[in-house]
């Protein structure tokens, strides 16, 4: 597993060389995505990023600049 500050300027073909305006709120959704996984499983949260996927394609929001 590769750490998140080692990532690199490209992760799974998503560009993660965009400016975190705000590493405090990034946070707490990556530790909400943790305790998705550790308390309902890997597919509970794929389940989980599949809905906000389709909710940021109703909001008209893309995952590229």
Known sequence: MVAREQAGPILNGIPSQIP?????????WLDSLDGVIDG?????????????????RERQVGSRR
């Open 20 to 28: 975190d305006v705000d590493p405090d709120e990034t946070g707490e």
């Open 40 to 56: 309902g499983g890997r597919r509970r949260a794929r389940y989980v990023m599949r809905k906000l996927l389709e909710r940021a």
